[in-house]
């Protein structure tokens, strides 16, 4: 058994460098061999990736603990932006009250804690109040979720409007840039890569080396055996989802400053991650930090490929569902994936 699982971690491994070799190769061919080019388009797929991380992570922990696939996770994702953006923008009115911080940079770093709260807080209400009844019933617990994504939507549009924001607090991070290969590229997107990989290695290490870890993941392969050693399965439950969901929040805080607010951005991303844990492995974490580099330097590829005028940008948005599907004919399971 022990032998069947390292070769299908090996060939899984192997898989996984192939395809990053095609990547690069194709963000090469769809830079026109330009090597300036070609490290912006490789940075904004890091940017990319580094998004769909902290939106699939959370997906990822929630599915693999409770089955659950939280439909709500883009609507907290596009809650947390907003929140975020009115928060710094002190003329937009809806919420106002940190507007005696006259720094941008310490109103926005500020406004992302409270975006991020928001997130976890929206989360536990979720878990405990409205999921907590159905657990044995998983189609219910999806229609839920999805009721929950619309009613965000809806709510974030009678609080904001549908009218799209454009960041307009210029932050000292944004106004930075440095040059790769003769191109320019902000500090900001460089801090956002940063910060989304400082999230990946701190969640990674919070499985792996702490008690609280060693029970989420014992509770993923036998909760029935958890709870049988004295362990409160439900609180544990509870604190993954509020995780996942502060999570999302978090990666709609962070991309606000050159996304904008949108009312679109929440389905865009859901979408996208979804294709990230499906791709990498359901239920497997390192899969998901896999699949979110694969979506990410993909999906940004072919947004260069196509700003040809013969190709069209369609296939841009159609990227990490051909990923998704190009990688299942591969492996049903995903890179990652086991038997569940």
């Given at each position: ?190 801090f956002v890569i940063g910060m989304g990989l400082v999230m990946m290695v701190g969640v990674i290490a919070l ?118 599907a190009l990688i299942l004919l591969i492996r049903p ?8």
């Open positions: 058994m022990i032998k069947g699982l390292l070769t299908q971690r090996r060939e899984s491994v192997m898989t996984t460098v192939i395809l990053f070799v095609i990547l690069i190769a194709f963000t090469l061919f769809a830079s026109n061999f330009d090597i300036g080019t070609f490290g912006v388009t490789l940075l904004s797929g890091l940017l990319k990736a580094m998004l769909l991380f902290l939106v699939g992570a959370g997906l990822a922990l929630i599915f693999g603990l409770m089955d659950i696939l939280n439909f709500a996770q883009g609507g907290t994702f596009m809650l947390g932006a907003y929140i975020t953006y009115d928060l710094v923008h002190p003329n937009l009115g809806a919420l106002s009250f940190l507007d005696g911080i006259p720094d941008p940079g310490l109103r926005f770093t500020v406004a992302l804690i409270f975006g991020t709260a928001a997130g976890g807080i929206l989360g536990y209400i979720l878990e405990r109040g409205l999921l907590r009844p159905l657990y044995k019933r998983p189609l219910f617990q999806l229609v839920l979720t999805f009721g929950v994504s619309i009613i965000l939507l809806e709510l974030v549009k009678l609080v904001w409007g549908p009218t799209p924001y454009a960041w307009t607090q210029r932050l000292a991070l944004q106004d930075a840039q440095f040059v790769l290969f003769g191109q320019p590229f902000s500090v900001y997107r460089l499985l792996r080396f702490t008690r609280i870890g060693i029970i989420i993941r014992a509770g993923v392969q036998d909760p029935e055996m958890v709870a049988a050693l004295g362990i409160n399965v439900r609180a544990v439950f509870t604190l993954v989802f509020t995780l996942g969901c502060a999570l999302a929040a978090f990666g709609g805080g962070v991309a606000v400053p050159f996304l904008g607010a949108t009312l679109s951005m929440g389905s865009t991303f859901l979408l996208a991650s979804i294709a990230v844990i499906v791709l990498g492995g359901l239920g497997s974490f390192e899969g998901t930090a896999v699949g979110s580099f694969v979506v990410g330097i993909g999906w940004a590829s072919m947004e260069q490929f196509s700003a040809r005028p013969e190709i069209g940008t369609v296939w841009a948005s159609l990227a990490p569902m051909l990923l998704l399971k995903g890179l990652f994936g086991e038997d569940r």
